[in-house]
């Protein structure tokens, strides 16, 4: 992904990533590892986001903001286009993944993109019916990734 954003969005200072099922953090963090403005992580598990927070104040990352709480419940609070990077893991085999892809396009900036993991194949024609364009796509053993971006009007 991020060799992917690279190309995309060479000046990663200016941007504003939602790892809306953050988990350990590793792509939240790596973001802002790279300078991005700001990165909101959303995780539900308590002592997961406890360990998120932990790691956020060691590493002195004030660019990080950790969320506890249902992923979708926090995707509804956050404002409108306040991203330019959603990231997305659902659990896999929790059939999560286009049902947060749906709630989080309104969050997404303008030239905002999408990054999705999934352990099913992403298809061009389930991006379209989102109202996405399928921009890169990969795999690595089981787990499908691919790049989306809003299809232009």
């Known amino acids: 992904?991020?060799?992917?954003?690279?190309?995309?969005?060479?000046d990663i200072g200016?941007?504003?990533?939602?790892?809306?099922?953050?988990?350990?953090?590793?792509?939240?963090?790596?973001?802002?590892?790279r300078g991005a403005h700001r990165v909101v992580l959303v995780e539900r598990e308590p002592k997961v986001v406890g360990a998120l927070r932990a790691l956020k104040e060691k590493l002195r990352a004030d660019n990080i903001e950790v969320h506890g709480g249902d992923a979708f419940s926090v995707a509804a609070s956050l404002e409108s286009g306040a991203f330019d990077l959603v990231m997305l893991d659902p659990p896999y085999g929790s059939g999560l993944l286009w049902t947060a892809i749906a709630r989080c396009t309104r969050l997404l900036a303008p030239a905002g993109l999408v990054y999705a993991e999934s352990d099913t194949a992403i298809r061009p024609q389930d991006a379209f019916?989102?109202?996405?364009v399928l921009m890169?796509?990969?795999?690595?053993g089981r787990v499908h990734f691919?790049?989306?971006?809003?299809?232009?009007s």
């Open 1 to 10: 992904m991020f060799n992917w954003l690279t190309h995309l969005k060479p």
């Open 14 to 33: 200016t941007i504003r990533g939602l790892d809306l099922f953050a988990g350990t953090g590793a792509l939240g963090f790596e973001l802002a590892s």
């Open 129 to 132: 019916e989102q109202g996405l």
């Open 136 to 140: 890169r796509k990969s795999r690595a």
């Open 146 to 152: 691919c790049l989306l971006a809003r299809a232009a």
